[in-house]
């Protein structure tokens, strides 16, 4: 791993473009701190939101909520797996990660820090030879997952900001 990928103090100055992936299905509170977390550390936030076909939540429905919870501090765009076929694999492959690692490259070249939860943050900002900030990996704060608030909406509403609770108790899963 490069040394700029490493967990980073960027106090003294702010670099211009940040990224965080993800599906947000649904988008709860560790996603919203998340991305105050990355708001705070860089000039311009950019949120890609992970959309295929057969998800249960639709990226009209999730973009909304970016929309309507942070306004137009953040540019959020929707990554298509229709439309840029990218694989999706349960396990990280290598073939699965370089296809990902080439479309970001490509996709979002002026991104200058990644921020995540996760794992694969490091493998991802290593190969964009960006730092990656990594931010409360053991969901420490809020120790919810998207596919527990999907099968138990109520049992977690406590985990979501009240207009996507709303949407989601219109929804059937």
């Excluded at 599906?23 to 000039?43: N, V, W, Y």
């Excluded at 998207?146 to 989601?168: N, S, T």
Aim: proline fraction near 6%; glycine fraction near 4%; charged fraction near 25%.
């Amino acid at each position: 791993m490069s040394e700029k990928s490493n967990l980073i103090n960027i106090s003294s100055e702010k670099p211009c473009c940040g990224l965080v992936i993800g599906k947000f299905m649904p988008l709860h509170l560790g996603h919203a701190a998340l991305i105050r977390f990355a708001m705070e550390r860089c000039e311009r936030l950019t949120v890609a939101v992970i959309s295929k076909p057969s998800d249960p939540i639709s990226a009209e429905i999730r973009c909304s909520w970016f929309e309507k919870l942070f306004g137009s501090s953040l540019s959020v765009r929707v990554v298509d797996l229709r439309e840029v076929h990218l694989p999706v694999t349960g396990e990280h492959t290598p073939e699965a990660e370089a296809a990902w690692t080439r479309y970001f490259a490509e996709e979002f070249s002026e991104t200058d820090i990644l921020f995540s939860s996760e794992s694969y943050g490091d493998v991802l900002a290593a190969a964009l030879d960006i730092p990656h900030c990594l931010y409360d990996p053991n969901r420490d704060s809020h120790p919810v997952s998207g596919a527990q608030i999907r099968k138990h909406p109520e049992a977690f509403k406590h985990y979501l900001p009240e207009l996507v609770y709303e949407d989601l108790k219109r929804m059937r899963f």
